[in-house]
Structure formats: C-alpha cells, structure tokens
C-alpha cells in the first residue's frame, strides 16, 4: 500500500492565482481530512470528510474548497490564494472500529508559497 | 479555538536525562492520541489511550490518561538524540470525528 499521498510536494504561487491539492489514500478509509500546519500552531483543521459525498467544516475553512467524489480522493482547492494561506498542507486519512476513532495517517506534506 | 493546550512549546533536554510534556482540556474527552513529527516530516502516530486512567508503554515512552478524561501526558526517559522531533497530543470530543491537536512540544537534545 502507498498509504497517503499528496501532490505537489512544494508549490509557488501568485496571489489571487487557484490551484487544487491532490490527496489519495488506497487503505480504503472512510474518514479523510485537511489540516494546515503553521508554526506555533500545531495542526488546524480545514475541511473533512466522513465518507464519499460527504464533507464538512473544521476549524478554519475560508478560502478553501473540498470534494469527495471517491473514497480514495480528497482534493482541497484554494479559490484565490492569500499570503496568509502560505503554510504546510497535510492530508490524513483513518478509520474507527466499534465506535473509536484509529490513528490517523498522515501523507508527507505540500508546501505552499503564496507571494 | 484549540481543544487541548500542550505545554511546554519547547523543551531542551541534555543527553540521557528525562522530561515530559503535558496536554490539558476543559471539557471530557474521547481519546487521546499522540503523534511525533520529525523534522521535515509528517506526523506519525505514537498511542492511543481511551480508558480513564490509563498507562501505556512504549519502551522509553510513557504515556497517561487523567482519571477524569481532560488531561493527559507523555514522560520520556534516558532522551536520546532520536527523540528530537515536535510531539503532538490530540483529542476527540465524544460522538465528534474532527480531531483536535495540541500546539505541540518541540524537543531539541543536548549531546
């Protein structure tokens, strides 16, 4: 199994330019998540989801778009990227079984420069 | 804002000595469960610890879960230089899939 993986490992962008962030997982998870990782702050929570078809809200959610079309796929979308948004993305997938939540597993990270 | 607040932020230990970190929330919790990042790297999970009052070990790693469910810590021994790294704590509310994180505790190793 890859586990999770994410795509692009480093991007650069201009503000106000959009982009997608990729996110698949092939260990067939229900739950998958965004989070951003800034220093200081630990981990955020962007969007979520909790099956195919399924999304919601986390912690801090404006200016990001998510979709879950496939249990595999998590794509997050910056609609008009800020310097603010300059931050490390990780995506996470994981599971719960008899009613606790497992580890989540994290893939290895997209760095994002907005200037 | 955060569920659970970690502290210390940062912890610079000497070679072979001990130290802990600490995560504290006001409300219950479901869970606890602790990640290490290394640095450049993504988070990995550590334990897990759902049980009030629960001790887990993982060799120099101890891990607790406060009696009543709203604290919990991460003790280490002997640190070694492969300790260094950022550990985090993490929670969830009961019934609540979305997964709160600590700040999370930097340690650095003095050899």
């Known amino acids: 199994n890859a586990g999770v993986t994410q795509t692009p490992k480093f991007q650069v962008l201009k503000t106000g330019q959009s982009m997608t962030l990729q996110c698949a997982q092939d260990?067939?998870?229900?739950?998958m998540s965004w989070y951003r990782q800034d220093p200081g702050m630990g981990l955020r929570l962007i969007h979520y989801?909790?099956?195919?078809?399924?999304?919601d809200q986390g912690e801090v959610p404006n200016g990001y778009n998510v979709s879950r079309s496939t249990t595999e796929d998590f794509p997050l979308r910056l609609l008009s990227a800020a310097p603010s948004q300059t931050s490390v993305y990780f995506c996470a997938s994981s599971y719960s079984r008899a009613g606790v939540w497992e580890t989540q597993y994290f893939g290895p990270g997209t760095r994002l420069l907005v200037l | 804002g955060q569920q659970v607040m970690q502290i210390p932020q940062y912890q610079h230990v000497q070679e072979g000595e001990d130290f802990t970190t600490y995560c504290n929330s006001s409300?219950?919790?479901?869970?606890i469960q602790w990640y290490k990042q290394r640095p450049g790297g993504h988070p990995v999970f550590l334990i897990q610890?759902?049980?009030?009052?629960e001790v887990k070990k993982q060799k120099r790693l101890t891990f607790q879960f406060g009696e009543a469910k709203k604290n919990s810590s991460l003790h280490i021994t002997a640190t070694q230089t492969t300790d260094v790294g950022t550990y985090f704590c993490a929670a969830h509310r009961s019934n609540d899939y979305k997964l709160s994180f600590g700040a999370g505790t930097t340690v650095t190793v003095r050899a």
């Open positions: 989801s909790v099956g195919a078809g399924i999304t």
């Open positions: 260990m067939n998870h229900e739950y």
């Open positions: 610890l759902v049980k009030s009052g």
């Open positions: 409300t219950t919790l479901s869970n």
